[in-house]
């Protein structure tokens, strides 16, 4: 009889080998993005000491996810995720190559910079949905939930150590170490996908592939499908109302609190740490039934704590807030995506989820464009809190569409 030592659905999920060798991986891969992150950032300052040349950079590594997401997931259902994952991360990893020795020969310019991470970026788009719609294949159905609750958990976790590590190793060693850990990061992850076994569903070779034809077939489906089409809308309030507060933070820290980057540090460490315990916590329940039920009363929960952030000026209680904010955020999150790879039919798995892709980079951005140009007239509390608000008269409009398929998104997909 197995150990459970209070872990709950955790220990099911890595029972798995497969899970256990992905997580590897997967953790290997966030904890040295971050390090790489830290390092392109301080790199594009060193090269231009120009903000917007960050902003540029930033973009060039995101947006690719927006335009080319869906087709990444056409792809990926139609030559198998596991493919297109090993293949995009192990061009990831010669991409990071290419720069960390460009660095490294002080042979590198700001447009070459330019290049190199939108290409990263394009790698990116197809490593993300064949990635997380691989996650169903790892593990038996009712440990579905633990799984993705553990890579939820995984990602926070990993928002920590990566950027400790990233300016550990940028402050004593250089920046060109620091890009060269992201390539073994890359190849560590890009080697343990394809130590993976097991059999993937065999699509119908003798059908023509259709670019264009199974993108539209996709989008004909996520619409069709009434259930999760909803949990879309729900994902896509979470993401445009409530996720933006966090790009909202430091000029929180600064005029609401009157501290700098250390009232910043505390607010963002205790969002983080919210977040990964609400992913463990998800993770340890263990099950898929119920989940609608958690989905809700996490996304109010959310939303109240969000405004109780910005009716204090009190650190410690905005502290305490955020924690809420981060656990209630992230249990929805991982409840929405477990619900969805629950119901979806397997042939249109990363199509889907490239579609939640999509939402999560640009719907964020979105909001916090928005709420970041009220901000310039109004302040930060009114604007973060009006969004608070927003969200959940949204909510209330699209929560009957779950419900009534509630038995459906949790049932034997």
């Not at 609190?257 to 969002?271: I, K, P, R, V, W």
Request: some cysteine.
């Amino acid at each position: 009889m197995a150990v459970n030592l209070g872990l709950g659905g955790i220990t099911g999920a890595f029972s798995s080998r497969n899970f256990r060798i992905f997580w590897v991986g997967n953790l290997t891969h966030t904890i040295t993005v971050w390090v790489n992150r830290m390092a392109l950032g301080w790199l594009t300052w060193e090269l231009t000491g120009s903000g917007t040349w960050l902003g540029i950079i930033a973009a060039a590594g995101m947006l690719p996810m927006v335009f080319l997401g869906p087709i990444a997931g056409v792809t990926a259902d139609r030559f198998g995720h596991r493919f297109q994952l090993m293949t995009a991360t192990y061009t990831g990893a010669a991409i990071a190559f290419v720069m960390a020795t460009m660095v490294a020969f002080g042979s590198i310019d700001p447009e070459i910079l330019l290049i190199l991470a939108l290409l990263a970026g394009i790698s990116r788009a197809f490593n993300v949905p064949a990635r997380s719609a691989m996650v169903h294949a790892l593990v038996e159905r009712q440990h579905l939930s633990s799984a993705i609750g553990v890579n939820s958990a995984t990602y926070y976790g990993g928002n920590f150590i990566g950027p400790a590590l990233g300016g550990l190793i940028i402050s004593v060693f250089g920046i060109t170490p620091a890009f060269f850990a992201y390539v073994a990061g890359e190849l560590i992850a890009a080697t343990s996908f394809f130590l993976l076994r097991f059999e993937p569903i065999q699509s119908d070779g003798r059908r023509r592939f259709d670019l264009f034809g199974d993108l539209i077939a996709g989008a004909r489906y996520t619409f069709q499908n009434r259930g999760i089409l909803a949990l879309m809308m729900l994902s896509a309030i979470m993401a445009l109302f409530l996720q933006p507060y966090i790009d909202m933070l430091p000029g929180m820290a600064d005029k609401v609190f009157g501290m700098g980057a250390e009232g910043l540090a505390y607010l963002t460490s205790a969002t983080g740490a919210g977040a990964m315990f609400g992913g463990l916590w998800v993770a340890r329940r263990g099950r898929i039934e119920g989940l609608v039920r958690i989905h809700f009363i996490m996304l109010v929960g959310a939303i109240a704590m969000m405004i109780g952030f910005v009716a204090t000026d009190i650190l410690v209680a905005a502290m305490a807030a955020l924690f809420a904010v981060g656990f209630c955020l992230i249990a929805a999150h991982s409840a929405n995506l477990t619900l969805v790879q629950n119901a979806v039919d397997g042939s249109f798995r990363a199509r889907v989820i490239s579609f939640s892709g999509v939402i999560g980079v640009s719907f964020p951005a979105a909001g916090a464009l928005s709420i970041g140009w009220a901000a310039t007239s109004l302040g930060f509390r009114l604007p973060v809190g009006v969004s608070a608000i927003v969200a959940l008269l949204a909510f209330a409009v699209t929560a009957r569409m779950v419900l009534k398929r509630a038995s459906v998104l949790e049932g034997e997909g």
